[in-house]
């Protein structure tokens, strides 16, 4: 039987055997004990309304009922057999008619993984090495996405700054940066290096900041002029702002796209998704030993995360499920800025009603400087107080769910309110 130990108790024992005494993702003081439905609680035993819902996977909020019935049904058939099953081929079907990019995909077990590939694979269709990325985005830690994902030091475009040690120089001379919501940019690199771009690869909704009216079309337009691979990184965006992702609300289909978080019902599941032509190169048969792309995982379409992919899916195509979504987000937009403007702080919600987050700033931010740029400081004690009052959240972004209910929005209301008198003097 697991001791029962405070939160302090159980850091002790994390330093001793995790590096930094955490998993990396998250606070490392925080240990949560359970969820159910929008609420999470702490080894303290105290409770929260989660807007972190695991990163974005809980979008049903956690322990939804029929989504355990058919997980609870499967695990006594098996939980992974490094083979195909039935259920993985019936989520692939339901992805590829729900994504506007997607007539094939394949299955890896996390999003920064299928970022990985994607690169990789546009890499082995084009036969170009050069990889545009744009600064603040985040596609995982592979060494090209650790390239000017949360520079510190701003430095000229198109120069690449890596976050990480361990990452090779000849990687960074691949990398091209880029400022996001900056057609002129843009268009002047391509300019420049179009013809040794194999990828384009861009957060529809970086991070939080939505794309300006056309820029995504406009990055549709000038891969085509250059015959680049123009991937969409929607593990975050994939099912959540509409069934067909980002791509679908804004109208604008990539070559390729991956995909994470919601397709796997909170279980580690991912996937690559694109044109068949691209999607080839993963079959040796198809495009030869030399053009093909090796890929395999322990874990890749495991059955018990297909499964609970699949109920996930079922019950977001219901009536009304988006509308209900985004009508929470809009409320809890709405009752953070009720408190903000009480007190007469200046501040921009920016992002989707399904994904947004409070900058503290006058100006509207466009790109990751002007965010980092803002006032961060007035930020994390916003944000540490919304901790302190029952709202569990990332530092940087709001995730709401279908699991939210009166009860957490008068939770939230109080916490908004509590939070913006605490930074009113700041």
């Not at 159910?36 to 996977?57: A, T």
């Amino acid at each position: 039987m697991k001791q029962i130990l405070s939160q302090a108790e159980w850091a002790e024992r994390a330093k001793a055997v995790l590096p930094a005494g955490g998993f990396g993702n998250f606070d490392p003081s925080v240990f949560i004990k359970s969820g159910q439905g929008s609420r999470v609680w702490d080894e303290d035993g105290k409770e929260y309304v989660d807007l972190l819902i695991g990163s974005g996977p809980m979008l049903l909020g956690h322990g939804h009922p029929e989504v355990l019935e058919a997980v609870a049904e499967q695990l006594p058939k098996g939980m992974t057999f490094f083979a195909n099953n039935a259920d993985g081929v019936e989520l692939a079907e339901e992805i590829c008619r729900a994504v506007p990019c997607a007539e094939q995909i394949r299955y890896v077990s996390s999003g920064g993984e299928a970022d990985m590939y994607a690169i990789r694979l546009a890499r082995a269709f084009t036969g170009r090495d050069k990889i545009v990325k744009f600064e603040g985005g985040y596609h995982g830690m592979s060494a090209e996405a650790q390239m000017s994902l949360a520079p510190s030091r701003m430095v000229n475009f198109p120069q690449a700054v890596p976050d990480s040690a361990g990452i090779p120089e000849s990687v960074r001379a691949e990398m091209l940066i880029a400022p996001f919501n900056d057609p002129d940019y843009v268009r002047s690199l391509l300019a420049e290096h179009g013809d040794d771009v194999a990828a384009i690869i861009v957060e529809p909704l970086q991070r939080i900041i939505p794309p300006e009216p056309g820029f995504l079309q406009f990055l549709r337009e000038e891969a085509d002029k250059y015959g680049i691979v123009l991937i969409f990184d929607e593990v975050v965006t994939g099912f959540r702002f509409a069934y067909g992702g980002a791509q679908e609300l804004y109208g604008v289909t990539p070559d390729i796209a991956t995909l994470g978080k919601i397709i796997g019902g909170g279980f580690p599941l991912a996937a690559i998704a694109g044109r068949a032509d691209i999607m080839a190169h993963f079959d040796k048969a198809a495009v030869g030993a030399d053009k093909w792309l090796m890929q395999l995982g322990t874990l890749s379409g495991n059955p018990v995360a297909a499964i609970a992919g699949l109920k996930t899916m079922e019950i977001l195509r219901r009536d009304g499920a988006y509308d209900t979504l985004r009508a929470h987000g809009q409320r809890l937009m709405d009752l953070a800025s009720a408190a903000l403007d009480a007190q007469g702080i200046a501040y921009k919600i920016v992002g989707d009603k399904t994904l947004f987050e409070i900058v503290f700033t006058d100006t509207k931010p466009l790109n990751y400087r002007d965010v980092f740029t803002s006032k961060m400081d007035v930020g994390a004690k916003f944000n540490a107080v919304l901790m302190e009052n029952g709202l569990f959240k990332s530092p940087g972004k709001t995730y709401p769910c279908l699991a939210l209910t009166e009860q957490d929005f008068e939770l939230a209301e109080a916490a908004y309110e509590k939070a913006a008198a605490a930074i009113a003097d700041m």
